[in-house]
T-cell receptor, first 111, second 114 residues
């Protein structure tokens, strides 16, 4: 089944630096969502971007969507220790209106 | 946090026994979902509900059944637990259908089948 794949699988950066994660998918989509998961907790919704949008912002988060390349990126600026978590993209495809989650990027912020 | 409570939070059971996991919401959302999370697979949809007594299968529904007798409660039953069902199970809710609406997740149930 169609699935978003995050890249890299793991990322470690110093506190204060920017973190960029990417999501690639295989077929045309209606929407793409990003979620965060802290250890031992459920997923928390971050941003939903629609196929006709190219960029969205929410606080320190910036999401871009390039439908021609079938990819999205999540940028976290000025990272904090509290940003340590796993980040997942979730996509839906035309004709299959259920979300498919990727396997996530594990982000570690080093104080 | 969205008002979603999963119970139990942890459970160890033996192969062949039935197990029921509970999800309770206080948000009055129409849609409820059960997912399982396993390393290397991301989250996979087991079953979902779009109203009281209205349920449907997801991607990995074999060996699972669900029931929704009230808007606020969604039960997941493993009819005869197997070791392959060892996983972390998440309940989620949404106001509208999931592809255009954020999902709100509970904190999960860690199930171990021995």
């Amino acid at each position: 089944s169609q699935q978003g794949e995050e890249d890299p699988q793991a990322l470690s950066i110093q506190e204060g630096e920017n973190a960029t994660m990417n999501c690639s998918y295989k077929t045309s989509i209606n929407n793409l969502q990003w979620y965060r998961q802290n250890s031992g907790r459920g997923l928390v919704h971050l941003i939903l971007i629609r196929s006709n949008e190219r960029e969205k912002h929410s606080g320190r988060l910036r999401v871009t969507l390039d439908t021609s390349k079938k990819s999205s990126s999540l940028l976290i600026t000025a990272s904090r220790a509290a940003d340590t978590a796993s980040y997942f993209c979730a996509t839906d495809a035309f004709g299959n209106e259920k979300l498919t989650f990727g396997t996530g990027t594990r982000l570690t912020i080093i104080p | 946090d969205a008002g979603i409570t999963q119970s139990p939070r942890h459970k160890v059971t033996e192969t062949g026994t039935p197990v029921t996991l509970r999800c309770h919401q206080t948000e009055n959302h129409r849609y409820m979902y059960w997912y399982r999370q396993d390393p290397g697979h991301g989250l996979r949809l087991i079953h979902y509900s779009y109203g009281v007594k209205d349920t449907d299968k997801g991607e990995v529904s074999d060996g699972y059944s669900v029931s929704r007798s009230k808007t606020e409660d969604f039960l997941l039953t493993l009819e005869s637990a197997t070791s392959s069902q060892t996983s972390v199970y998440f309940c989620a809710i949404s106001e509208n259908w999931q592809v255009g609406s954020p999902l709100h997740f509970g904190n999960g149930t860690r199930l171990t089948v021995t």
